[in-house]
């Protein structure tokens, strides 16, 4: 496989030209949109938690395969686990993206694809939008629950 | 000239990248340098080193006069009066700022208005944000309503005698327009603006002259144009300058210095406080030794040959839009392009791969990019080093992308 296939492997493909849970949630319990400044990717994610778990997902937003294919990938992972699992997977995720730790299929599936972007440096935030756009809201949504 | 002869000043480009020959088509973003420019500035280290103005040791009277020399070098080749008016800075970015701090800081007051266009790079845009945020002046936008040239008859209707100042670009960074910069100057002029010109995609490239276009500030930078990172350059009118505050305070800006006050060096010295970067002037002067032996004109030339070629190739792609004016000798060596609906991220890595390397991104102009509809495009640039062959490699190269992203299909 070349190097240019390992990068942008079929579910990669199938991800970005049919992204799973397009579209907005209203009411949302955190709704927040977030760019990569440097490249115009754009990524606007919509949560709604229940019992502490999040049980609605969903977004919008345009840019290059990698990053809406990470955020609709991410999207399917999420959707009905707790709030602690959804920020454990996050964290598991940047760290097999910083290249920290090897991809685990059990537990990352189809996301797990995405470790050949390793190797193209300055397309790793593209992959990362996503995710870090919602730890952003999780971090918001327990803030107003806090206060 | 020959472009494949060209080729052999510039080592950079000997060289496989990902497999591949590397094509190397973003020269917008920044420029290759010729042997005769690596070889000046570390001769210059060798040989010549010490601080300039300052020194009455030979070192550092040679040094002064390479630095003198290069200044000299960059005010003909713009067709500028003389070297009086011509300040040296760290990029045109720099030189933007100086002109929005020292000029419009301190003559702007609230409901001015600077006219700026809706093509510029960023810099051509904040800096003169800052300056409005200090003076309560207004920005306004000559509008690009064709996706390719500005709209003159909107820019006629948004002058008034509020209009003081209005920067626009020689060319554009991303469609490669070439803006009627002399019609505009006019324009301005009537209602007493001033207009300032962003050079820094012209002069690496065409024939420049300043007093032509009439404009009051003119722009550059010396990394787009062969010569080292950390030089630019800014042309003013000396009746101006001298009217101006300086930029930096520091030392050689100055006269004299007290406790509590100062005065000021003559122009252009005032306007450069602290050690200026002289080696990279000296690497400047060498720069433009190199681009007129070869000639600006024919340079200019064969970047419109090239241009045609690139703009009838990439028509031929299935799939494929081009931003931007589609006459070669409408524009700068510029295309900017997108493949189907696949990002120019995509596009740019892909071509990477194959040792192609374009620029892929919102090129800082996102104003432009809202106007074209498009959050990025690709953008491949061409220099006097360029072949048809490597337009040809760059077809071929998108040929991967139509595969992988099926587009056309």
């Known amino acids: ?147 | 000239m020959d472009a494949r002869e060209v080729r052999n000043d510039f080592p950079v480009l000997d060289q496989m990248v990902n497999g591949h020959p590397l094509t190397y088509l973003d020269n917008a973003a920044t420029s290759q340098k010729p042997n005769q420019v690596i070889d000046e500035l570390s001769r210059f280290f060798r040989e010549d080193n010490a601080n300039v103005h300052r020194s009455v040791h030979t070192l550092g009277e040679r040094a002064t006069v390479l630095y003198e020399g290069a200044r000299a070098k960059v005010a003909e080749l713009i067709g500028a009066p003389g070297p009086r008016g011509l300040i040296f800075t760290k990029s045109a970015t720099e030189s933007l700022n100086l002109i929005a701090y020292a000029w419009a800081r301190h003559r702007l007051t609230e409901g001015d208005e600077i006219v700026t266009t809706a093509m510029e790079h960023h810099s051509n845009i904040v800096s003169w944000q800052l300056a409005a945020q200090d003076t309560g002046a207004t920005i306004r936008a000559i509008p690009v309503n064709d996706g390719k040239t500005l709209d003159l008859e909107a820019f006629r209707a948004m002058l008034s005698p509020r209009t003081r100042i209005v920067t626009v670009a020689h060319v554009s960074n991303v469609l490669g327009t070439i803006n009627p910069v002399a019609e505009i100057a006019a324009m301005a002029h009537e209602v007493g603006a001033l207009v300032v010109c962003d050079g820094a995609q012209a002069v690496p490239h065409m024939p420049v002259d300043i007093s032509a276009l009439d404009c009051d500030f003119y722009v550059g930078t010396g990394h787009k144009m062969c010569a080292p990172t950390g030089i630019g350059f800014v042309w003013g009118r000396e009746s101006i300058l001298e009217e101006m505050d300086p930029f930096h305070g520091g030392g050689e800006m100055i006269n004299d210095v007290w406790i509590d006050h100062s005065t000021y060096n003559e122009i252009p010295y005032k306007f450069e406080a602290g050690t200026p970067p002289f080696a990279e002037a000296v690497a400047l002067g060498a720069a433009i030794d190199y681009l007129n032996g070869i000639g600006i004109k024919a340079i200019r030339d064969h970047e419109v040959e090239l241009t045609k070629y690139g703009l009838q190739r990439l028509s031929e792609v299935p799939g494929l839009t081009i931003y931007g004016p589609t006459e070669a000798e409408e524009k700068g060596g510029v295309i900017a392009f997108n493949l189907g609906d696949v990002h120019a991220h995509d596009v740019g890595t892909i071509l990477d791969t194959q040792g192609v390397a374009i620029r892929a991104g919102h090129h800082c102009a996102k104003p432009l990019m809202r106007t074209l509809g498009v959050p990025a495009t690709a953008r491949a640039s061409f220099y006097l080093y360029n072949t048809h062959e490597e337009v040809d490699r760059l077809v071929e190269a998108l040929g991967e992308v139509t595969r992988l992203f099926g587009v056309g299909r």
């Not at chain 1, 964290?91 to 797990?112: H, R």
């Open chain 1, 1 to 147: 496989m070349s190097g240019l296939d390992e990068l942008y492997k079929e579910v990669i493909l199938d991800h970005y030209r049919s992204p799973r849970n397009r579209g907005k949630l209203d009411p949302s319990d955190f709704d927040l949109h977030r760019d990569n400044p440097l490249c115009g990717d754009e990524v606007h994610l919509f949560g709604v938690v229940e019992d502490g778990q999040l049980t609605g997902i969903a977004f919008e937003g345009k840019g290059c395969s990698i990053s809406q294919a990470s955020t609709s990938m991410m999207t399917e992972k999420v959707k009905g686990v707790s709030i602690a699992e959804a920020e454990e997977l996050a964290k598991l995720f940047k760290s097999m993206m910083q290249g920290e730790v090897s991809p685990d299929p059990d537990k990352l599936g189809d996301l797990a694809a995405l470790q050949g972007v390793q190797k193209y440096p300055v397309r790793i935030k593209c992959a990362l939008l996503g995710w870090n756009t919602l730890l952003e809201g999780l971090k918001a949504y327990k803030e107003k629950q806090g206060s």
